[in-house]
């Protein structure tokens, strides 16, 4: 019982977490749906386009938080039940998914991004360093923020097996990976048509 109970508490506290959209609740100050503006993408970079640097950081940061602390505390301080096993991935998993699927946006939320590197932060520094590279790669050579953010879900769960996680996580950050890049593909379509909005502009 108690383990369910730590499970259950980690899923929907993880998701309701995730659920907070900082750019959204900023745009519906300003009277505005920022779904309906820009890329249409409910998150960090579509703030930016649509409300300027201050909307845009204040977002990312909530973002990357809302997903570090929690994960941090299920995974490195929480005094965790010894048969009580992948809390940490749990969290961040259950964390992403809110904030990719927020109920009170009809489900309908950002796509991962930064909640993806305050997670991978708090279970493993080695990987989100190697998430920035690709950021920074990407963003130099394209300027398609997309491209950054599905090969950074790919990387996840390939890096992570092969640093000794479990093939639990891996499938977890696997099947994260495919709602990633399941989300972004009307992304690579305007990519690949020259329509997508890059932000070489800013």
Known sequence: MTRLIWY???ILGGYLLGSINMGAILARKKGFDIRSKGSGNAGASNALLTMGKKAAILTAVVDILKAFIPTLLTSHILPVPADVHYLGAITGTAVILGHIFPFWMRFKGGK?????????LALDWRIVTAMLVILAVIMITTKYIALATILCGILLPIAWYFLGGSIWETAMFGVLA???FIKHIDNLKRIANHTEISYNKE
């Open 8 to 10: 259950l508490c980690t």
């Open 178 to 180: 495919v709602i990633i």
């Open 112 to 120: 991962g991004f930064a909640s993806l590197l305050g997670a991978t």
